[in-house]
């Protein structure tokens, strides 16, 4: 059974964490309650993705917080992370998941109630469903969904989710009442002058929606 917590996903991005890097904005946002740290690194090429990763690794050892590589499975595999995100115009789940092997944690991006009805739960072991609001960080992204849209879509998928797009401590409530399991922040933690503190924030929140 993989063990893994959806609650506070942080998706490290390296231009909003340039100014403390990103092996340094995970360390604080882990020590302030982040559940899962995934490397997004789109332009960073598979050998700095290794890299970065292979630093990630070692201060989350011994946190209980797993690591996830978004899209490059090479990165993922040589890394020996937790999991590996894809999203629907990366490689299908189905040829991911010979790649990886049967133990590693495989996440796949979903916009719409067809691609989320569509999931197979043998292959894929959580959706990320967004986006939930416009959001600079990522500008091909779909048409936003709110959070009515999101309670369609985790209806939908078989599988746990997560919620992605824009989103803030401020959403948590929204986030749960929709029924997914947890929600993904970048520009909520990435590139704060407080990594801990906001993340503190942010896992509070949770708590309290969640209680």
Request: with cysteine; aromatic share 2%.
């Amino acid at each position: 059974m993989k063990r893994f917590d959806l609650s506070l996903y942080l998706v490290l991005d390296p231009d909003l964490c340039a100014g403390i890097g990103m092996v340094e904005t995970a360390r604080l946002a882990v020590a302030g309650g982040a559940t899962m740290v995934q490397l997004r690194d789109k332009h960073g090429g598979t050998a700095r993705m290794i890299e970065t990763g292979l630093a990630l690794k070692e201060i989350l050892k011994g946190t209980g917080a797993s690591l996830v590589i978004n899209d490059d499975v090479e990165a993922a595999i040589a890394i020996g992370a937790d999991g590996l995100h894809i999203g629907q115009d990366d490689m299908g789940p189905a040829a991911a998941r010979a790649m990886i092997g049967p133990d590693m944690i495989l996440g796949l991006s979903v916009e719409t109630e067809a691609l989320a009805g569509a999931i197979d739960a043998e292959i894929v072991d959580y959706a990320g469903i967004g986006p939930v609001f416009a959001t600079p960080t990522k500008t091909d992204h779909k048409q936003p969904i709110g959070f009515d849209g999101l309670a369609k879509l985790v209806k939908a998928a078989p599988v746990p989710t997560v919620a992605i797009g824009g989103l803030k401590s401020e959403h948590a409530g929204s986030v749960f009442a929709a029924g997914a399991d947890g929600l993904a922040v970048v520009s909520a933690i990435c590139g704060t002058s407080d990594p801990r503190a906001a993340t503190v924030r942010i896992a509070e929140e949770i708590r309290k929606v969640r209680q």
